[in-house]
């Protein structure tokens, strides 16, 4: 039992529900999801890769950004980081900046680290990262922070609706 959180019983019923409103999600646009669940915890992608036994690239972050005010929602490598400026111009708009939690969870209905790249109540304009389409498989957050769902490039892209992009960061030279 060593390094077993004790996780409070109303914190576990709060997962579980989003879990399943996400799974709902899933089977309405008729892509059954199997969730996997890790007791210690799937919440950043280096957590969910070292559960998984995936490389971190593989794992898909789902990131709320404001373009303009306007929520967006870039699934990006887990080995990578959003450039701000790229994201904001595929958006058409002046500036983004990341969403702080309490906006990003108006915006998908999920808390972070647990947030699902679908499955959100309302459209959230989403763009994929190109970087994840070099993997057959890709792993990302089925709702809760211990909670993840095993699916492809290409079938993500058809779930969330999502235009692939190349939006992360580069070094920058000199
Ligand atoms: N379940 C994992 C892997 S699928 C996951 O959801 N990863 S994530 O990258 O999409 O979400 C975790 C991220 O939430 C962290 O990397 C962190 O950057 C972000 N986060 C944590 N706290 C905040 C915060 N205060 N404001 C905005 N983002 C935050």
Do not use: Y
């Amino acid at each position: 039992m060593v390094g077993r959180r004790i996780v409070p019983a109303v914190i576990v019923v709060a997962m579980s529900r989003a879990i399943d409103r996400f799974l709902d999600a899933a089977r309405v646009l008729g892509h059954p999801v199997e969730v996997r669940r890790f007791p210690e915890g799937t919440k950043t992608a280096p957590d969910a890769a070292r559960a998984i036994g995936c490389e971190v690239g593989q794992i898909v972050k789902s990131l709320v950004f404001l373009a303009d005010g306007e929520p967006v929602l870039a699934l990006t490598s887990g080995a990578n980081r959003v450039d701000e400026r790229r994201l904001a111009t595929l958006a058409g708009a002046s500036g983004a900046r990341r969403a702080n939690p309490e906006e990003a969870r108006a915006a998908t209905g999920f808390a972070v680290g647990g947030t699902p790249p679908f499955g959100h109540p309302g459209p959230v304009r989403t763009f994929l990262d190109r970087d994840l389409l070099a993997f057959e498989e890709v792993w990302a957050a089925a709702g809760a922070p211990d909670a993840v769902f095993r699916t492809t490039p290409t079938e993500l892209r058809g779930t969330a609706g999502a235009l692939v992009a190349d939006l992360k960061e580069t070094p920058s030279r000199g």
